[in-house]
């Protein structure tokens, strides 16, 4: 049963520091989606990936968010510095091709103090 | 336009009836559609699609209507169990969205409460 896998599950964080979040698309899938999820602004998508070249991420705050995809197997979020506004749940999402379908991972809750 | 989520609206049915979710989407060009459900703590679970060529979908216990007219879509769920209890979000693909690539926009969503 193939998913996406995200670590970690559960991340606090004081502000200022360093958050990395990992993701693991399904095997063979060519695109690949950061989502960051809060109650006031529901689905917000961050950044998209194609065949691991980065095609947009105008949904990210540039001066502290970065993505990127070292490998294949292998997708990165990192903020920097954190703050306590980026509390949310991050979701990344892969999928076969452009046809548009998308798989969830189970998330990554972060909280910043 | 994008979602928005503070103030979900909730259909509350009893367990064993049939729950309709509505969705009304934003562009008459989008040409894919899919249902999905999250389940408190989860992320968003691929239910089923439908392309803008077809009318209808059935899956097991759910049926996605499309109404290309009025730019409606609709989730069916027959017999519905407490299982079923989640958010349910419609998302649409728009070909060509800014950026040039074929993007999902979802809807806010829509809390299922389902009661014995």
């Known amino acids: 049963d193939a998913r996406v896998t995200q670590t970690p599950r559960d991340k606090v964080t004081e502000m200022g520091q360093e958050v990395t979040m990992r993701c693991q698309p399904i095997?063979?899938?060519?695109?690949v989606f950061w989502y960051r999820q809060t109650m006031m602004q529901g689905l917000e998508l961050l950044a998209y990936?194609?065949?691991?070249?980065?095609?947009?991420d105008s949904g990210m705050p540039k001066d502290r968010f970065s993505a990127e995809m070292p490998d294949a197997t292998l997708a990165t979020l990192k903020i920097q510095p954190s703050e306590p506004r980026d509390s949310a749940v991050y979701f990344c999402?892969?999928?076969?091709?452009?046809?548009?379908?998308?798989?969830f991972g189970p998330g990554t809750r972060l909280l910043v103090l | 336009g994008e979602s928005v989520g503070l103030h979900l609206p909730t259909l509350s049915v009893q367990e064993g009836d049939n729950s309709i979710i509505n969705c009304a989407y934003s562009?008459?060009?989008?040409?894919?559609f899919i249902w999905y459900k999250q389940e408190s703590g989860k992320g968003p679970q691929f239910i089923i699609d439908?392309?803008?060529?077809?009318d209808k979908r059935q899956g097991q216990r759910v049926t996605v209507l499309l109404n290309k007219t009025v730019k409606h879509l609709s989730l069916q769920i027959a017999a519905t169990q407490p299982g079923d209890s989640a958010v349910y979000f419609c998302?649409?693909?728009?070909?060509?969205?800014?950026?040039?690539?074929?993007?999902?926009?979802f809807g806010a969503g829509t809390r299922l409460a389902v009661h014995p």
């Open positions: 095997l063979g899938h060519n695109t």
């Open positions: 439908i392309r803008s060529n077809m």
């Open positions: 990936f194609r065949n691991r070249a980065p095609l947009d």
């Open positions: 998302a649409e693909k728009s070909p060509m969205f800014s950026g040039g690539y074929n993007k999902l926009i």
């Open positions: 562009n008459s060009a989008s040409d894919y």
């Open positions: 999402a892969s999928g076969p091709s452009e046809q548009g379908t998308q798989y």
